[in-house]
């Protein structure tokens, strides 16, 4: 058992963000999940969990290497400066993740608390969210783990449950007696009646110390490989990259079966404030704004005759006439539509369209980049048309490629380009051609964003068809683009 230390009263948020959430499918997929998406206003649900976290420290946010610059340049939108952003080698659930940054704040704080927090839950009412936390704090010490439970509306055997004593500890905050995963119907309902259950929101505030000594008795192997990776990780730019070869070697967990379900005095926070996980179209449809005929349009969106419907368009006109009780979701590659109550089933369809090694399950046609983003146009056997968008001050590898030639048209902004020897700029409505073969890199030197028309053309326009010579961003193997 480690000694502990008075509590320095700092609560450290830690945030997960490493989930792909195709329940929200074709509008979250792996490449961009649902966190990294404004489902609900103006920022997306990664930015909103950062902005209730500010109250008390910058978070330390842990995901893996496909989103790291899209969450860095997210935070950077949002004015938040991370604490860290640390980059899993691979998926192992909630409980390595949760050791990961326990080793990392204590650190530097032996007494910490951490507040660790999925990313992509929806928390209408930030007042109420602040004071439950304090309050949890305050009745656990520094002894207990505990954790955040909802009240039920209804009988969902989509949650876990946590059964509380009847006699609190504190207003709002009571002992646990069990947890219990995704009940049937009849059971949820029996739970819902009793009134001594709650949702398990997935949110946790720990002691480190705790967490730490809980997963010593419970998952020493786990710990052990975690500390591992922590030790050998590497600083990338902003990141922290965990060690893979210890990380992966961990038979991943959630934080529920490792650590809670085997604590003998936790506690849980009734939590009020306009809690939902946006687990689905339905959900998120419940957390829309609605017309008279209780329909949620979104984006380029007419309905005529419709009801209880959620309509919703990315980039294009999308016209419903008579329909009732569907989700409609237009993206530029997949449309989906289906009845609100099998909106359950999408993660099947995301799982088929995987099997039969479709893209569109897993990639959207936007990809981010640490320099900027490139969206596809139009693809065919020998050509690729793309967007390509270059930030302010930021530029691509100098790389060539074996199989293809390419087009640069800019449409806005100055670009500095290299093609072998020689470096010359390119003003809006001027082109250039890269052949085969050609070193080429491209620079925006300025204050605007860089936005151009690139045409690739050849036997092969793979992603994987880039040799690099130098990088900004320590990519020097040939594996993505720019």
């Known amino acids: 058992m480690s000694v502990r230390q008075p509590s320095s009263g700092i609560i450290h948020p830690v945030i997960l963000s490493g989930g792909a959430g195709t329940r ?13 998406r404004r489902l609900l206003g103006d920022r997306t649900l990664l930015q909103d969990t950062a902005r209730r976290a500010g109250a008390w420290a910058p978070p330390l946010i842990v995901s893996n290497a496909e989103h790291r610059f899209q969450i860095a340049e997210q935070m950077r939108q949002a004015g938040i400066a991370p604490r860290a952003i640390v980059i899993e080698p691979s998926a192992r659930n909630t409980a390595p993740a949760a050791a990961v940054a326990a080793l990392m704040l204590g650190e530097e704080d032996p007494s910490a608390r951490m507040l660790v927090m999925p990313s992509d839950h929806a928390i209408h009412d930030t007042d109420a969210f602040r004071a439950t936390v304090e309050a949890c704090a305050a009745a656990a010490g520094e ?15 989509g949650y876990g449950y946590v059964e509380r004593a009847a006699e609190p500890i504190a207003p709002g905050v009571a002992p646990v007696i069990r947890f219990v995963e995704k009940p049937d119907a009849d059971r949820a309902k029996a739970f ?13 505030l720990f002691p480190v110390a705790v967490y730490l000594d809980a997963l010593a008795e419970t998952r020493p192997d786990m710990l052990a490989l975690c500390r591992a990776a922590v030790a050998q990780g590497q600083q990338d730019l902003d990141f922290l990259r965990l060690a893979p070869e210890p990380f992966n070697a961990i038979k991943g967990d959630s934080i529920d079966y490792a650590v809670m379900e085997h604590a003998r005095d936790a506690v849980v926070a009734e939590l009020d404030a306009g809690w939902s996980d946006i687990g689905s179209w339905s959900s998120l449809h419940e957390e829309s704004e609605s017309d008279a005929d209780g329909n949620a349009l979104v984006g380029d969106v007419t309905a005529m005759d419709c009801a209880g419907s959620y309509l919703r368009s990315e980039d294009r006109l999308l ?53 900027g983003t490139f969206q596809t146009i139009d693809e065919g056997p020998r050509f690729h048309v793309k967007h390509i968008m270059v930030k302010q001050g930021e530029s691509l590898s100098l790389q060539m490629h074996h199989h293809r030639s390419e087009h640069w048209i800019v449409v806005e902004g100055t670009a500095e380009v290299t093609r072998d020897d020689e470096t010359f700029l390119l003003f809006e409505n001027e082109s250039v051609f890269i052949r085969t073969g050609q070193t080429h890199r491209l620079c925006n030197p300025g204050k605007l964003p860089l936005r151009l028309i690139e045409v690739q053309s050849g036997p ?7 040799v690099r010579f130098t990088d900004a961003y320590g990519r020097i193997e040939p594996l993505r683009q720019g």
């Open 24 to 36: 929200l499918w074709p509008l979250s997929r792996e490449s961009r999940p649902k966190q990294l």
């Open 143 to 157: 002894d207990r783990l505990a954790c955040l439970g909802v009240t039920p509306t209804r009988p969902h055997t």
């Open 192 to 204: 819902v009646e009793s009134g001594n259950f709650l949702w398990n929101a997935g949110i946790f």
């Open 319 to 371: 016209v419903a006439i008579g329909i009732e009780d569907l989700v409609v979701v237009a993206e530029d590659d997949a449309v989906l539509v289906a009845r609100k109550g099998d909106d359950q089933r999408v993660k099947d369809v995301v799982a088929d369209l995987k099997a039969r090694g479709r893209k569109e399950a897993t990639e959207n046609t936007c990809s981010y980049r640490p320099w």
């Open 460 to 466: 092969y326009c793979g992603e994987d068809d880039i």
